[in-house]
């Protein structure tokens, strides 16, 4: 009879609730507590529930949040970096069509020999002057390496090949260990080739190839190389450097204007 009782009272409260349980035991004060019981055990794991879940809402808002502003940055990051290149890269092709332009343009007609007139004999009036002590070494410049690079750089803009390549010399001799050692041999050499002094020109283009070989102007390097080469008269070595951008490096602009110096050769 008892068992009957407690399954009546469990029944009752299933499905109706703790009311409906309450009213089924409350002539038995051992079912009315354990009923009790039952029902504030409930209460407390639909509370603990609630919590939980609240935490883990709590927790999700505020990953969600995170993840936007990581977005965000990425985005500005991706956002930067793409200007950057492409200003770097419209410097380069600014800077390169300029140079070309240079190239193309006729040699200056030379100028005429000085007039040679005979010194007066020596007297002590007009004795020559005593020898002058050589100057001192010039002092380690100013500055970081990249800055003194993008002074030398800014001259080269400016077409003031003379002095650029007075500052890259320097740069070379001051931060021989510079990451940017390897541009600034470069853009050395392309100050004598501007100024169509390949015989210059030609052994600063090879120190690129042999000082730096893993250097990202190899390929202009070498083009350079036969350009000079051929301009020298030795269209031998000039085809041998052209093919060699043509086959270290293909798919690049340098070997596609490797091959059309080869074309121009050929005629």
């Known amino acids: 009879m008892r068992n009957l009782q407690i399954a009546l009272i469990s029944a009752a409260f299933v499905g109706c609730g703790y009311s409906a349980a309450l009213v089924a035991a409350r002539d038995n004060p051992t079912d009315l507590k354990v009923a009790d019981l039952e029902a504030r ?31 965000g940055e990425l985005d500005k990051l991706r956002y930067d970096s793409t200007n950057s290149d492409s200003r770097q890269r419209e410097l380069y092709v600014d800077l390169d069509r300029r140079l070309q332009s240079m190239e193309a343009a006729p040699p200056a007609a030379a100028l005429p020999p000085p007039v040679v007139t005979a010194a007066p004999p020596a007297t002590a009036s007009n004795a020559p002057p005593p020898a002058r ?94 350009y000079c080469q051929g301009e020298l008269g030795d269209k031998t070595a000039a085809r041998a450097s052209l093919q060699q951008v043509m086959k270290q490096f293909p798919d690049t602009t340098a070997a596609r204007l490797a091959s059309q110096r080869l074309e121009q050769l050929s005629q």
Do not use: C
């Open 133 to 226: 002590t050589p100057a001192p070494a010039p002092a380690r410049p100013t500055g970081s390496d990249q800055q003194n690079y993008q002074a030398a750089f800014d001259l080269i803009q400016t077409r003031k090949y003379e002095d650029a390549s007075r500052a890259f010399r320097d740069f070379l001799i001051a931060f021989p260990q510079s990451p940017l050692a390897d541009n600034a041999q470069y853009w050395l050499a392309e100050t004598h080739y501007v100024r169509r002094q390949f015989k210059d020109a030609l052994p600063e283009f090879m120190k690129v190839t042999t000082q730096y070989p893993q250097s990202a102007k190899m390929p202009d390097a070498l083009l350079k190389i036969g």
């Open 41 to 71: 055990l409930i209460r407390i794991e639909r509370i603990m529930d609630n919590q939980s879940l609240i935490q883990l809402s709590t927790e999700v808002e505020k990953l969600r949040s995170e993840n936007k502003a990581l977005r």
